[in-house]
């Protein structure tokens, strides 16, 4: 009997493991198929011409006005973003207050809305024919068109990010800390700095890895609003469309390996936080389990003998 339900158990964990080797095969055939496979065909194409070739597509001055502009843009959106993203954090997290319903609708907002819709917006308000079109015109201030518009149209689409990281996770660390810091006669700067930012620098990090590569790689809302001019208002993505419609094939490749380049740096460095934060979350269990069996023993020691 014991053989038999030894062999009928070692039976059940056979069969078991073969869903979950299934699912784990289908898992790394739909990244290959649909990650690695285009990754290696951008390469292939972009280096069909040689090495020479590929370089000198990079070292076009369209190209590194490209690239000049998309690190410009995302240098004002992700700091912009970051800061509301916290103070928005905060306020949903820490108050109750009328609106605030409001608040995480519009945080949410760009989620919902097409991108280019988003640029459309911007066309609307700040356009020839906009509301403030004409003024802007008369005092010779360029939005549309010129890198404030970019950035304007860049910045609504990635703005939920960093915010929409923080929110759950301050609203399950609590403000318990906080008040005990307040209470210590901690002033609110010191508090957040202190007491705050460490308990959230994961979560923000995240977020903001997040941003960055949403800055970096939008393309709807800034083709509607950049009116690409090439060496001036091309990012990267539109610098891609533009050479590849004109038949440049190894410099639209080319570029778009620097943008996928750019893409797996910003990926590898999430791989990384998301890694840390693993670590941090398993030895704070591990501490809160070693401090529970000290006060277990503790207990034990204190209680009378029977």
Known sequence: MKTSAATRAATGAGQSRWPARILIAVAVGVLLLFLVLPLLAVLEQAFEQGA?????ALADPDALSALRLTLLVAAIVVPLNTCFGIAAAWAVARFRF?????????IDLPFSISPVISGLIYVLI????????????????????ATPGIVLATLFVTFPFVARELIPLMQEQGREEEEAALSLGASGWTMFLKVTLPNIKWGLLYGVLLCN??????????????????????????????????????????????????????????????????????????????????????????????
Do not use: C
């Open 52 to 56: 020479a070739a590929y370089f000198a």
């Open 98 to 106: 009328r609106g605030r319903s409001l608040l995480m609708t519009l």
């Open 126 to 145: 700040f356009g020839a024919q906009g509301w403030f079109g004409p003024w802007l015109d008369r005092h010779g201030i360029h939005v549309l068109f």
């Open 213 to 306: 590569a949403r800055a970096m790689g939008e393309f709807g809302a800034v083709s509607v609003v950049s009116g690409h001019i090439r060496g001036q208002t091309n990012t990267l993505p539109l610098q891609i469309e533009q050479t590849y419609n004109e038949y440049d094939f190894t410099g639209a490749f080319a570029i778009a390996s620097l943008l996928a380049l750019l893409a797996i740096v910003t990926l590898l460095a999430k791989t990384a936080l998301e890694w840390q934060q693993a670590r941090r979350g398993r030895a704070r269990g591990a501490q809160t389990r070693a401090r529970a069996g000290q006060l277990h023993q503790a207990r034990a020691q204190v209680q009378p003998q029977p």
